[in-house]
């Protein structure tokens, strides 16, 4: 099959419903927040900002809020970057904390960062936070419920998905890891050199039978966003 490119790289607004918020856990319940890093400016897309690539519809960072969601995060920040202010106007992101990174073009690592500072200052005060990628739309609820479900109420939690036995997307940091995770992301390794140095420490989530970890990196992966 030949990859095909969309004509028109962003959808136009149209009306639409937009998911709704977990519902608050019970008093006591620990909380599991959604962070999504989609800060991303598509170089190799053209410079098209991958939060507004058109996904059945609407903008993908909709569709990947809404996994969170689905997902069991009632609290959801949202770390945008490459054209922040278009992201905004054109995509539904009520109830969400929607937070800007400056410097997006350094790498995730500064998203990482941005976004766990978001999440600190938080009155609601999560236990743990599952983070996702806007470019994983193969990646589901069903994979994000998995994970979120590994916190297990510990604030030194550290899970992953895994596919294959190989550590993907999602993650979830219990919040006492929140520090270390920000202290060790920059560039474009993000929480990689945290997630090496404690290797043991993680509950790897086996997750290949409900999702794909593809990422939307380059014309020739558009064609995933055409289903």
Not at 49 to 57: F, Q, S, T, V
Not at 72 to 89: F, T
Not at 184 to 205: F, K, M, P, Q, T
Request: charged residues 20%.
């Amino acid at each position: 099959m030949t990859p095909m490119t969309p004509a028109n790289p962003v959808a136009p607004p149209t009306p639409v419903t937009p998911a709704a918020p977990a519902a608050p856990p019970a008093p006591g319940t620990p909380v599991v927040a959604g962070l999504l890093l989609a800060a991303g400016g598509g170089r190799r897309l053209g410079g098209r900002p991958k939060a507004l690539l058109p996904y059945r519809g609407r903008p993908l960072v909709e569709h990947a809020v809404r996994v969170l969601r689905e997902g069991g995060c009632a609290v959801v920040h949202v770390v945008l970057g490459a054209s922040a202010e278009r992201v905004r106007e054109r995509a539904e992101l009520s109830g969400c904390v929607v937070v800007e990174n400056p410097d997006w073009a350094g790498g995730m690592g500064s998203s990482l960062r941005v976004g766990l500072a978001s999440l600190a200052a938080d009155p609601r005060r999560a236990d743990a936070v599952l983070v996702s990628l806007v470019d994983q739309p193969g990646i589901g609820a069903a994979a994000v419920a998995r994970v979120r479900a590994a916190a297990a109420g510990r604030r030194d939690a550290l899970a992953a998905a895994s596919y294959d036995g190989k550590r993907g997307h999602p993650v979830l940091f219990g919040a006492d890891r929140w520090a270390g995770v920000a202290a060790g992301a920059e560039g474009d390794r993000g929480a990689r050199d945290y997630l090496a140095a404690h290797r043991d420490a993680i509950a790897l989530v086996e997750c290949g039978d409900v999702a794909e970890p593809f990422d939307i990196d380059t014309e020739a992966d558009l064609y995933r966003l055409e289903g």
